[in-house]
């Protein structure tokens, strides 16, 4: 029994990932995961750090809950790209052209140009928005003087 134990430690300790690497190979969440653990949908130990607890997942629980194929897991993780997530469009092959360049190009400056004119427009309205509310503030001072006057000094 205790040799069962020991060799299930064994290829446990072969087969682990980091919180990390399950998110961004399942590309859900790190808080997914940590209630996928909580769970115990997926097989999980904790590992003491000064910090708090860092979790060493096993690789085989992931697979079965996530329904992921082994084979693939295993070739990302020798290339390293768990630490990143997939993506789902592949861009091999692909390549800007010096028109495609210039229409990029075209498409910014006009619409900088377009910032620029809606950036004066929105400067012209703060201006004449500005200048009615001083005409505002100086009428509203106009009619708040004739109540300061006492009711004795009507001659006034």
């Known amino acids: 029994m205790n040799l069962i134990v020991f060799c299930h430690f064994i290829r446990m300790a ?59 897991l295993n070739r990302d993780r020798e290339q390293g790209s768990l630490d990143r997530k997939e993506k789902a469009v592949s861009t091999e092959g692909t390549y800007a052209t010096l028109k495609d360049l210039q229409s990029l190009e075209k498409e910014v400056s006009d619409m900088l140009d377009e910032y620029k004119k809606e950036k004066e427009s929105f400067m012209r309205f703060m201006k004449a928005f500005q200048e009615k509310f001083v005409v505002l503030e100086n009428q509203l001072k106009l009619l708040e003087e004739p109540k300061k006057k006492h009711w004795y000094q009507f001659w006034k």
């Open 14 to 72: 072969e087969t682990v990932l980091t919180l990390q690497e399950v998110a961004a190979l399942t590309g859900k969440s790190l808080q997914t995961i940590r209630r996928a653990i909580k769970a115990k949908k997926i097989d999980a130990k904790r590992k003491k750090t000064p910090q708090g607890f860092n979790y060493l997942i096993s690789q085989d629980s992931v697979a079965t809950f996530y329904k992921i194929d082994l084979d693939r």
